[in-house]
């Protein structure tokens, strides 16, 4: 399948006098894969997103093929804004060309499947760090992302969240979206993944995590892979929204 995106001799150096974060970084992310990229604290993986997500530029090398807008979930989502967390998805919403009505009603769906907590009216300097991460998830997908880049998206999750978030990939990557994101925990049961040391990515195998594919029913029916651990948080977000469950099988 033809790359989303596609990443060519990516080197990054922050000043000169610094030690360069990245060398010569080749990386092909395609329609439908969900890649992660691993590594220490302070190994590159938050630079190398960015330069993929289009918000760094490379000291050297090409980033092709980048669609637009690109669905961006930050490691620390800024809080500080005083609009509510439901007038800042409406206002990022309109930017992306949605009509207010349908940006409202696609950002109350979201707040309502995250389930955050204290409300959509929350100003959203007042969010916790998990509320705040729900947000910032919720902005993302927002419209659909043909790439959607998120930075340590678990971190600070619950655990119905992560269900949610672990639907949210699937779905994007369903419909023919590329993900790639970094999981220290291992949570995302990627299709590729990638070790990120001394500025230079290795292939590290996907996960041996079993994936489980979901069929819904409803309006339209959907097709998601989900990973063994988020199975059962995905059937309960699935049904609790009404929709209704056809199959389910390990793969
Ligand atoms: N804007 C910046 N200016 C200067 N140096 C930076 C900047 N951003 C990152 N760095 C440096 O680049 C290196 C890689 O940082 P980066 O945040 O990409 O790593 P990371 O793998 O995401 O780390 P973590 O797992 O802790 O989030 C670090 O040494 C960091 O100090």
């Known amino acids: 399948m033809a ?27 395609a329609a439908g894969e ?29 980033v092709d093929g980048r669609p637009r807008p690109v669905g ?17 998805l409406v206002h990022q919403g309109r930017i992306r060309g949605l009509r207010a009505d349908a940006a409202r009603e696609r950002a109350a769906r979201l707040l309502e499947r995250l389930a955050l907590a204290g409300g959509a009216g929350t100003p959203m300097a007042r969010l916790s760090k998990g509320n705040a991460q729900k947000v910032a998830l919720a902005q993302a997908v927002l419209t659909p992302p043909a790439l959607l880049v998120l930075d340590e998206p678990w971190s600070g999750l619950d655990a119905p969240a992560r269900g949610v ?12 979206g590329a993900v790639v994101l970094t999981d ?9 993944a990638y070790l990120l040391e001394g500025g230079r990515l290795a292939p590290a195998g ?26 059962d948080a995905v059937l309960s977000d699935a ?11 390990a793969l």
């Open 3 to 29: 790359p989303v995106v596609r990443a060519r001799g990516v080197a990054k150096q922050y000043g000169r006098r610094a030690r360069p974060v990245l060398y010569g970084i080749d990386l092909e992310v």
């Open 72 to 88: 961006w979930v930050p490691e620390r989502f800024p809080p500080s804004e005083r609009l509510s967390a439901a007038a800042y």
């Open 239 to 249: 049904l609790a929204r009404g929709r209704t469950v056809l199959g389910v099988r």
């Open 184 to 192: 220290h925990g291992g949570s995302a049961s990627p299709t590729a």
């Open 165 to 176: 978030l672990a639907e949210l990939i699937a779905e994007t990557a369903g419909s023919g």
């Open 34 to 62: 969900v890649v992660a990229v691993r590594g220490a604290n302070g190994s590159g993986k938050s630079t190398l997103l960015r330069i993929l997500a289009g918000l760094t530029r490379p000291t050297a090398g090409t």
């Open 206 to 231: 996907a996960e041996a995590a079993p994936l489980y594919e979901i069929v819904l029913g409803g309006a339209e029916e959907t097709v998601l892979k989900v990973p063994a651990t988020h199975r």
